[in-house]
T-cell receptor, first 113, second 117 residues
Framework: GENVEQHPSTLSVQEGDSAVIKCTYSDSASNYFPWYKQELGKGPQLIIDIRSNVGEKKDQRIAVTLNKTAKHFSLHITETQPEDSAVYFCAASPPGLGNQFYFGTGTSLTVIP | GAVVSQHPSRVICKSGTSVKIECRSLDFQATTMFWYRQFPKQSLMLMATSNEGSKATYEQGVEKDKFLINHASLTLSTLTVTSAHPEDSSFYIC?????????????FGSGTQLSVL
Protein backbone atom coordinates (compact mmCIF):
# COMPACT_ATOMS: atom_id res chain seq x y z
CA GLY A 1 0.00 0.00 0.00
CA GLU A 2 0.85 3.67 -0.05
CA ASN A 3 3.32 5.12 2.46
CA VAL A 4 3.49 8.87 3.02
CA GLU A 5 6.35 10.47 4.91
CA GLN A 6 6.29 14.07 6.07
CA HIS A 7 9.08 16.39 7.23
CA PRO A 8 9.76 18.23 9.40
CA SER A 9 7.66 17.17 12.37
CA THR A 10 8.01 20.63 13.93
CA LEU A 11 8.81 23.96 12.33
CA SER A 12 9.21 27.42 13.83
CA VAL A 13 9.47 30.52 11.69
CA GLN A 14 9.45 34.25 12.29
CA GLU A 15 6.35 36.09 11.23
CA GLY A 16 6.72 37.18 7.63
CA ASP A 17 9.13 34.40 6.71
CA SER A 18 8.26 31.44 4.49
CA ALA A 19 7.54 27.90 5.64
CA VAL A 20 8.03 24.76 3.60
CA ILE A 21 6.74 21.29 4.46
CA LYS A 22 7.71 18.28 2.39
CA CYS A 23 6.09 14.92 1.80
CA THR A 24 7.10 11.84 -0.14
CA TYR A 25 4.89 8.99 -1.29
CA SER A 26 5.62 5.48 -2.44
CA ASP A 27 2.78 4.48 -4.77
CA SER A 28 3.25 5.91 -8.25
CA ALA A 29 -0.46 5.31 -8.90
CA SER A 30 -1.46 8.01 -6.40
CA ASN A 31 -2.75 11.00 -8.28
CA TYR A 32 -4.36 13.31 -5.73
CA PHE A 33 -2.48 15.17 -3.00
CA PRO A 34 -4.44 17.35 -0.55
CA TRP A 35 -3.07 19.37 2.36
CA TYR A 36 -4.95 19.92 5.60
CA LYS A 37 -4.58 22.42 8.43
CA GLN A 38 -5.66 21.32 11.89
CA GLU A 39 -6.05 23.78 14.72
CA LEU A 40 -6.16 22.63 18.32
CA GLY A 41 -9.38 20.82 19.17
CA LYS A 42 -10.74 20.98 15.63
CA GLY A 43 -10.98 18.71 12.63
CA PRO A 44 -8.51 19.06 9.73
CA GLN A 45 -9.48 21.62 7.12
CA LEU A 46 -8.63 21.25 3.43
CA ILE A 47 -6.48 24.21 2.44
CA ILE A 48 -5.11 23.27 -0.97
CA ASP A 49 -4.80 20.24 -3.18
CA ILE A 50 -3.08 19.19 -6.38
CA ARG A 51 -3.64 16.45 -8.93
CA SER A 52 -0.93 14.62 -10.79
CA ASN A 53 -1.57 16.36 -14.09
CA VAL A 54 -0.36 19.64 -12.59
CA GLY A 55 3.07 20.57 -11.26
CA GLU A 56 2.17 23.57 -9.16
CA LYS A 57 -0.89 25.26 -7.73
CA LYS A 58 -1.16 28.52 -5.85
CA ASP A 59 -3.83 30.13 -3.71
CA GLN A 60 -2.83 33.50 -2.29
CA ARG A 61 -0.08 32.85 0.28
CA ILE A 62 -0.07 29.08 -0.05
CA ALA A 63 1.23 26.95 -2.88
CA VAL A 64 1.82 23.29 -3.51
CA THR A 65 4.36 21.75 -5.85
CA LEU A 66 4.43 18.18 -7.12
CA ASN A 67 7.31 16.20 -8.58
CA LYS A 68 5.85 12.96 -9.92
CA THR A 69 9.18 11.55 -10.97
CA ALA A 70 10.67 11.93 -7.52
CA LYS A 71 7.33 11.21 -5.85
CA HIS A 72 7.37 14.17 -3.55
CA PHE A 73 5.19 17.21 -3.00
CA SER A 74 5.59 20.28 -0.87
CA LEU A 75 3.50 22.96 0.80
CA HIS A 76 4.82 26.50 0.70
CA ILE A 77 3.43 29.26 2.92
CA THR A 78 4.75 32.75 2.27
CA GLU A 79 4.51 35.84 4.48
CA THR A 80 3.55 33.69 7.44
CA GLN A 81 1.24 35.08 10.09
CA PRO A 82 0.60 33.92 13.68
CA GLU A 83 -2.77 32.50 12.61
CA ASP A 84 -0.91 30.10 10.32
CA SER A 85 0.27 28.29 13.46
CA ALA A 86 -1.31 24.83 13.38
CA VAL A 87 -0.58 21.21 12.50
CA TYR A 88 -0.42 20.53 8.77
CA PHE A 89 -1.04 17.11 7.24
CA CYS A 90 -0.29 15.99 3.71
CA ALA A 91 -2.13 13.10 2.09
CA ALA A 92 -2.01 10.96 -1.02
CA SER A 93 -4.80 9.06 -2.69
CA PRO A 94 -4.90 6.64 -5.61
CA PRO A 95 -7.43 7.14 -8.42
CA GLY A 96 -11.00 5.95 -8.11
CA LEU A 97 -13.97 6.89 -5.99
CA GLY A 98 -13.96 5.96 -2.34
CA ASN A 99 -10.33 5.05 -2.09
CA GLN A 100 -8.46 5.48 1.14
CA PHE A 101 -6.41 8.59 1.78
CA TYR A 102 -2.96 8.04 3.26
CA PHE A 103 -1.73 10.73 5.63
CA GLY A 104 1.64 12.00 6.67
CA THR A 105 2.45 12.22 10.36
CA GLY A 106 1.90 15.96 10.52
CA THR A 107 4.00 19.10 10.94
CA SER A 108 3.45 21.41 13.87
CA LEU A 109 4.08 24.92 12.56
CA THR A 110 4.66 27.79 14.97
CA VAL A 111 4.83 31.33 13.63
CA ILE A 112 6.62 33.57 16.10
CA PRO A 113 5.28 37.16 16.18
CA GLY B 1 -15.48 24.03 0.50
CA ALA B 2 -17.97 21.31 1.28
CA VAL B 3 -19.25 20.94 4.81
CA VAL B 4 -19.14 17.87 6.99
CA SER B 5 -21.05 18.24 10.23
CA GLN B 6 -20.06 16.14 13.24
CA HIS B 7 -21.98 15.99 16.52
CA PRO B 8 -21.54 16.17 19.40
CA SER B 9 -18.33 18.17 19.62
CA ARG B 10 -17.74 17.06 23.18
CA VAL B 11 -19.21 14.33 25.32
CA ILE B 12 -18.53 13.16 28.85
CA CYS B 13 -19.99 9.84 29.88
CA LYS B 14 -19.77 7.27 32.64
CA SER B 15 -17.88 4.04 32.16
CA GLY B 16 -20.09 1.30 30.70
CA THR B 17 -22.40 3.58 28.76
CA SER B 18 -22.62 3.88 24.98
CA VAL B 19 -22.01 7.02 22.98
CA LYS B 20 -23.18 7.77 19.45
CA ILE B 21 -21.38 10.24 17.19
CA GLU B 22 -23.02 11.49 14.00
CA CYS B 23 -21.32 12.58 10.81
CA ARG B 24 -23.25 14.26 8.02
CA SER B 25 -22.15 15.56 4.64
CA LEU B 26 -24.30 18.65 4.21
CA ASP B 27 -23.88 19.63 0.58
CA PHE B 28 -22.61 16.58 -1.24
CA GLN B 29 -23.22 12.85 -1.34
CA ALA B 30 -20.44 10.97 0.40
CA THR B 31 -19.25 7.96 -1.53
CA THR B 32 -17.28 6.84 1.45
CA MET B 33 -16.96 7.94 5.05
CA PHE B 34 -13.97 7.33 7.25
CA TRP B 35 -13.62 7.33 11.02
CA TYR B 36 -10.38 8.27 12.75
CA ARG B 37 -9.08 8.40 16.26
CA GLN B 38 -6.47 10.96 17.24
CA PHE B 39 -4.39 11.10 20.39
CA PRO B 40 -2.84 14.40 21.54
CA LYS B 41 -0.08 15.62 19.25
CA GLN B 42 -0.34 12.55 17.04
CA SER B 43 -1.50 11.85 13.53
CA LEU B 44 -4.85 10.52 12.42
CA MET B 45 -5.36 6.82 13.04
CA LEU B 46 -7.84 5.29 10.62
CA MET B 47 -10.36 3.11 12.44
CA ALA B 48 -12.75 2.09 9.70
CA THR B 49 -14.07 2.83 6.24
CA SER B 50 -17.77 2.76 5.48
CA ASN B 51 -19.77 2.83 2.30
CA GLU B 52 -23.47 3.51 2.18
CA GLY B 53 -25.55 0.39 2.64
CA SER B 54 -22.69 -1.99 3.30
CA LYS B 55 -20.74 -3.17 6.33
CA ALA B 56 -17.81 -1.09 7.44
CA THR B 57 -14.27 -2.26 6.87
CA TYR B 58 -12.28 -2.07 10.08
CA GLU B 59 -8.55 -1.57 10.38
CA GLN B 60 -6.48 -4.20 12.12
CA GLY B 61 -6.74 -3.98 15.88
CA VAL B 62 -10.04 -2.06 15.91
CA GLU B 63 -12.83 -4.01 17.59
CA LYS B 64 -15.89 -3.94 15.34
CA ASP B 65 -18.20 -4.94 18.18
CA LYS B 66 -16.98 -2.06 20.28
CA PHE B 67 -17.00 0.60 17.59
CA LEU B 68 -20.24 0.13 15.68
CA ILE B 69 -20.46 2.00 12.41
CA ASN B 70 -23.64 2.55 10.48
CA HIS B 71 -23.74 4.25 7.10
CA ALA B 72 -27.45 4.45 6.49
CA SER B 73 -27.45 6.97 3.67
CA LEU B 74 -25.12 8.84 1.35
CA THR B 75 -25.07 11.75 3.79
CA LEU B 76 -25.02 10.13 7.23
CA SER B 77 -22.69 7.82 9.10
CA THR B 78 -22.68 7.11 12.82
CA LEU B 79 -20.06 5.71 15.16
CA THR B 80 -21.27 4.16 18.40
CA VAL B 81 -18.73 3.48 21.11
CA THR B 82 -20.33 0.68 23.08
CA SER B 83 -19.69 0.08 26.78
CA ALA B 84 -17.17 2.89 26.84
CA HIS B 85 -14.22 2.73 29.21
CA PRO B 86 -11.65 5.36 30.19
CA GLU B 87 -9.17 4.01 27.63
CA ASP B 88 -11.67 4.91 24.90
CA SER B 89 -11.28 8.58 25.78
CA SER B 90 -9.94 10.28 22.67
CA PHE B 91 -10.64 12.71 19.86
CA TYR B 92 -12.74 11.03 17.17
CA ILE B 93 -12.96 12.55 13.70
CA CYS B 94 -15.04 11.58 10.70
CA UNK B 95 -14.39 12.43 7.08
CA UNK B 96 -16.40 12.09 3.92
CA UNK B 97 -15.23 11.72 0.37
CA UNK B 98 -17.40 12.49 -2.60
CA UNK B 99 -17.68 14.46 -5.79
CA UNK B 100 -17.72 18.21 -5.38
CA UNK B 101 -17.33 20.43 -8.40
CA UNK B 102 -16.77 17.34 -10.50
CA UNK B 103 -13.75 16.22 -8.49
CA UNK B 104 -13.47 13.78 -5.63
CA UNK B 105 -12.29 15.41 -2.42
CA UNK B 106 -12.10 14.52 1.26
CA UNK B 107 -13.53 16.75 3.95
CA PHE B 108 -13.40 16.36 7.71
CA GLY B 109 -15.86 16.91 10.48
CA SER B 110 -14.97 19.10 13.43
CA GLY B 111 -14.22 16.17 15.71
CA THR B 112 -15.70 14.81 18.94
CA GLN B 113 -13.77 14.85 22.20
CA LEU B 114 -14.90 11.83 24.20
CA SER B 115 -14.11 11.66 27.89
CA VAL B 116 -15.09 8.51 29.76
CA LEU B 117 -15.11 8.80 33.53
Amino acid sequence: GENVEQHPSTLSVQEGDSAVIKCTYSDSASNYFPWYKQELGKGPQLIIDIRSNVGEKKDQRIAVTLNKTAKHFSLHITETQPEDSAVYFCAASPPGLGNQFYFGTGTSLTVIP
Amino acid sequence: GAVVSQHPSRVICKSGTSVKIECRSLDFQATTMFWYRQFPKQSLMLMATSNEGSKATYEQGVEKDKFLINHASLTLSTLTVTSAHPEDSSFYICSASGLTGGEEKLFFGSGTQLSVL
